[in-house]
Each structure stands twice: as C-alpha cells, then as structure tokens.
C-alpha cells in the first residue's frame, strides 16, 4: 500500500507542479504581450495624431497654448519658430522610432521597457496639454481629437508595463 500512496503522492505533486507552471508560464505570457500590444496602439496612435496635427498645421498654433508653461517650453507671443519642414522631420522620425522599438520589444530586449515607459508619459502629457488646451480655449485646438488616443494608449500602456516591471 505504500508503494501505491507514494506514485499517487508523485503524480498528484507532478501535476499540481505542472499545472502552476504552467498558470505562470501564462501570466508572464499575458503579461509580456498586453504592454506589447497596448504600446503598438500606442504607436499608432501617435502616427494618426502626428497626420492630425500636420493637417490642422500645429506647428503655426503650437504658441497659442495656454498650458505651454508646463511642457517647459517657450513661448514666443503668436510667432511661430518652428517651420514646417523640421515639424515633419522630427514628427517622422519621433514615430519611427516608436515603431521600431517594437522590434526590440517584441525580440525580448529588456532595455526597450524603458523606452516604452517613456513613450507611455509622453503620450499622456501630450494628450494632457492637447485636451486641456481645448478645455481652456473652449474651441478645438490642433491635435485634440487624436490626443485623447494617446491619453488612453499612453495610461493603460503605463499602467500594465509598471505592472509587468
């Protein structure tokens, strides 16, 4: 009878073994691809706001915010220096390199969290200053519509990345 109670013990040890293996092996499955995926809405996310804010022309608004203080930048009183040409650029490459950080992500490299991180507060800092401007202007203001996708995108990506950290 002992014999029989120890290969019972095993197997009943192996399975509860290979069972919490494998609820673990899921959770780090889950929790490495719902930041992955938030982040490539992200990505997204900040392209369509990047298209918005070149369609409404930001960068002749961009000193028009009121909540410009906070983002440390200057104010220049209504004369805009920054030209349409380095706009587009620094959008273009800003956005590519999110992309291509997916690339990194995706492949393991833990560094690239970090990245993602700081992408995530600047897609809620910039969804803060686009709607809160609107707020306080009362009108829309260039970028507003696609910012509350970065807002969204940028919390929930910060919010399941501090998580998986």
Known sequence: ???????????????????????V?????VTFMIPAALYLALCFAQASHSVEEYLTRFW??????????????SQSRGTSKVSRVSFIAFNTA??????LFCLFLLQGA???????????LVGVGNGVLHCGTTLLKRAYFSGC????????????TLAFTTVRL
Do not use: C, N, Q
């Not at 092996?25 to 499955?29: I, S």
């Not at 519509?145 to 929930?156: C, K, M, N, R």
């Open 145 to 156: 519509i696609t910012a509350i996708f970065t807002l969204v995108a940028g919390s929930l």
């Open 110 to 120: 833990a560094w690239s969290w970090v990245f993602v991180l700081g992408t995530a």
């Open 94 to 99: 800003f956005d590519g390199l999110m992309f």
């Open 1 to 23: 009878m002992s014999v029989v109670k120890s290969v019972v013990t095993a197997v009943s040890a192996l399975t509860v073994a290979s069972v919490l293996f494998g609820l």
């Open 60 to 73: 002749v608004h961009i000193f028009e915010a009121p909540l410009l203080p906070l983002s440390g930048a």
């Open 25 to 29: 092996f899921e959770a780090y499955r």
